[in-house]
């Protein structure tokens, strides 16, 4: 099956800095997720983004979906956007995501 | 609109006890999930349902039993638990199809001794 892979394991950022995180995909998507899990560990979706471009407030997706890859740009961190980043992907039938192991992100002020 | 809701949020059970895990919805999606999430991990699907009475095995199925009767519940069995059960457990749904977006419940936490 499809295999995901995330990158930087870990990030430490000062409050405002800016970071990129990775997902790489090992075969072609029907879906990819990124999720934010909070410190209480509530899964919070951030965006649907099998391919192309969105952006929502300070946070951004690309996915580059020929090159089996999918990129979450975090512009002027805050506290509060630490915790763990997945990025999840299914191909073929019935939405199956497979997740990555994640980016543990910690923002401080 | 309570979205995917779970029950209990946390539960500790003894090894060899039963219990089951309630998950419902109320965005009328036809699929559902049942997820496990252990310690510095992804989550990994257990058992999934594309429709009411149908079921299908996840990537890590043994130990668990599924059933949904009804379009907006879907339940999750642990016939006799194990130590290795140990985890967070996450449903989530989606709308029919390949390109759908899951919505995630908040978990239920499970300690098995």
């Known amino acids: 099956g499809i295999q995901v892979e995330q990158s930087p394991p870990d990030l430490i950022l000062q409050e405002g800095a800016n970071s990129t995180l990775r997902c790489n995909f090992s075969d072609s998507v029907n879906n990819l997720q990124w999720f934010h899990q909070n410190p209480w560990g509530q899964l919070i979706n951030l965006f649907y983004i099998p391919s192309g471009t969105k952006q929502n407030g300070r946070l951004s997706a690309t996915t580059v979906a020929t090159e089996r890859y999918s990129l979450l740009y975090i512009s002027s961190s805050q506290t509060t956007d630490s915790g763990v980043y997945f990025c999840a992907a299914a191909s073929g039938g019935y939405n199956k995501l497979i997740f990555g192991a994640g980016t543990r992100l910690a923002v401080h002020p | 609109n309570a979205g995917v809701t779970q029950t209990p949020k946390f539960r500790v059970l003894k090894t060899g006890q039963s219990m089951t895990l309630l998950c419902a919805q109320d965005?009328?999606?036809?699929?559902m999930y049942w997820y496990r999430q252990d310690p510095g991990m992804g989550l990994r699907l257990i058992h999934y349902s594309v429709g009411e009475g149908t079921t299908a095995k996840g990537e890590v199925p043994d130990g668990y039993n599924v059933s949904r009767l009804k379009k907006q519940n879907f339940l999750l069995g642990l016939e006799s638990a194990a130590p290795s059960q140990t985890s967070v457990y996450f449903c989530?749904?989606?709308?029919?199809?390949?390109?759908?977006?899951?919505?995630f419940g908040p978990g239920t936490r499970l300690l098995v001794l």
């Open positions: 965005m009328n999606h036809e699929y």
């Open positions: 989530a749904s989606s709308y029919a199809g390949q390109q759908e977006t899951q919505y």
